[in-house]
């Protein structure tokens, strides 16, 4: 099993629809999560941090449950310029700061 | 403010030939340092990271080799580039002591012929 894990997707959804994303992982002693937006053939850019009361920014909002081990990142009123791939990332500190990242849920919105 | 920047931004190198890649970070001091591969559609594989000058760690067993010789640069290094080199190379770095953010290079994309 993956450490860090998600639907590769692609979601097609359209403008202004509501969309959800989920990452699971697999260590319970994971202490810090982060969501990354990485568009096509870029580097990912640090879409924002997740906090264990749940953080929100603008239309997106994010949300970590320990129990069930996932993060979840909330997309609200869809743009055509949401479209890319979002990475969910998970800190383990092994002796270091180590971010082990999933393979990326696709999204793509239309018209 | 911080940036890092990564020379150069695309590569086509012959199977077997050497490659250097390199990394350098401003605006910040004693930051940790980490490379990064992403194959072709796939997710993010650590390679090496660094948490100071000379000391570096490795990840994966391969035919790369990564270096810090100053505080804010990291090169990636290779003698003999094979097929399976090929990908998006990512430096990134976070700082020392914070919030675990990592903030990535611009990349440099390397096809091996």
Redesign the interface.
Known sequence: RKEVEQDPGPFNVPEGATVAFNCTYSNSAS??F?WYRQDC??????LM?VYSSGNEDGRFTAQLNRASQYISLLIRDSKLSDSATY?C?V?RRWG????I????TRLAVHP | SQTIHQWPATLVQPVGSPLSLECTVEGTSNP?LYWYRQAAG???Q?LF?S?GIGQI?SEVPQNLSASRPQDRQFILSSKKLLLSDSG?Y?CAW?KDRG?????????T?LTVL
């Open positions: 202490q810090s982060f053939r870029k580097e990912p850019k640090l941090s990475l990332a800190n270091y700061n180590k971010l990242f999933g393979a990326g | 940790n796939r997710g993010l650590l990271y948490v760690s998006f990512l976070m919030d675990n953010e990592q903030f990535f290079g611009p990349g994309r």
